[in-house]
């Protein structure tokens, strides 16, 4: 498991390393510099002409400190300060000082346009503010330079807890951060001017936090496999029954792909609760699968709950519908449910209607929204929830008491007062229809052979995205679609390539 901090967490590891630990700041900022002098060598970047660019805080010192050992490495290196060197940090004070001394050129503006490697040291993650006037100048200037571009902690403009673009950011090929991802690395766009991102180890970890964890973690491939246990001596009961509820009448695809996914998990017996049209498909497709048909003109509601007592977990929504059939047999869910619930797709637009449903004592349940399904939910803008993930999925789940996963780029799961999760897998082939009813059964799939809710719920996230990533490889990004994701389940936890995926190198 890997931390993921924002820019309080961070420099509060900082000051306890400093103050508590008595760690020098100069003997970390001189650490950074050389790991940063280390990651341009083992990138094999051009170091004909370097241009070191610097603010007056330490990301500034960072920035001056890596020049000087470029410089007495004898690489055509030149610094430039922006910003009044009477605000200098003491720190980035003292590494002008010792720049001057070792006559280190320090220039004022940028004249020229033959460097072959840019290092961003203006600002690093404390940016709270847009930039602006010369600042945003000058990175207007780097970005339409044709050299390789490098930051250093992070691209300055990007804040560190969103990833937002604060006016304008340097757009770099890779960064060298220190200690810690951080949020802004994450989410996007920051993501995208991030570039190749590399964790460089200063001497800050865990002992620095002392008694207060990060509040975001992400899971890696051992966690993984710590969850993924077979018993030697199982059998399908061992592993559990999973109950879909899916698919009206012509959504057949919806119940197919969360139900097979289930079954590419690792349970033991998928059940189908389905609109009668859907029977033939469905057997035809997945005959591993035992199917209990409906009829939307005479809903029997006794087999619903004969189906809801068989199950060991639920999953309802794929392709439900809307309609008042759908809303009976959500309702009846919602009522009857002794076991715990994945709530997906059409089960939220219905719930959206009425959330207090939520609220009323119900057994461990997982909701599993996108952004568009999540705004219905809790009544906000998308474009609030994109630059808020965190925050919204925490409120939900703590004020519904549900485990909320909610869906995007970075898919974030937050466990009401518990672990919020940041998933790091996946990528943009992803983005195509059926890829959610796939979640929805793997996650199904997981509670039922065992694992918790809290446990399956960001494991399933991250499985799905390794998925995604081992499907990609065969199938192409564009070509990518959710049939070829569940058969990238069993591929995730054997390709060499994802074996110890975190979505960074370690150095």
Known sequence: MKWIVNAKEMKNCDANTIEYYGIPSLVLMERAALKTVEFLEERRCNLKKVLVVCGTGNNGGDGLAAARMLYLKGICVEALILGDKKKFTKETQSQYHTCLQYHVPIIERLERE?????LDALFGIGLTRNLEGEYAGLIEQ????????????????ISADNGSVMGIAFRADATVTFAYRKLGHVFYPGNSYTGELTVADIGIDRHSWLEKKPGICALEKEDLSRLLIRKPDGNKGTFGKVLIVAGSAGMAGAAYFSAKAAYKSGCGLVRIYTAEENCIILQTKLPEAIITAYSGKRLDISRLIE?????????????????????????????????PVVLDADALNLIARDTTVLLKPHTDMVVTPHPGEMSRLSNVSISYLKENLITAAQEFAREYNVICVLKDAKTVTAVPYGKTYLNLSGNDGMATGGSGDVLSGVIGGLIAQGLRAE???????????LAGEAASEVCGCHGTLASDIIGGLDEALTMKSVVNHTGWRQK
């Open 142 to 157: 780097l970005n339409r330079l044709s050299c390789e571009k490098i930051a250093i902690d992070i691209p300055s403009g």
């Open 455 to 465: 446990e399956a719920a960001p494991a399933g996230a991250y499985w799905h995205g």
């Open 307 to 339: 189906a809801l007592a068989w199950a060991d977990v639920i999953v309802a929504g794929p392709g439900l519908g809307s309609d008042d059939t759908a809303e009976v047999i959500l309702k009846n869910i919602l009522k009857n449910a002794a076991v």
């Open 114 to 118: 033959d460097y072959t490697v840019v």
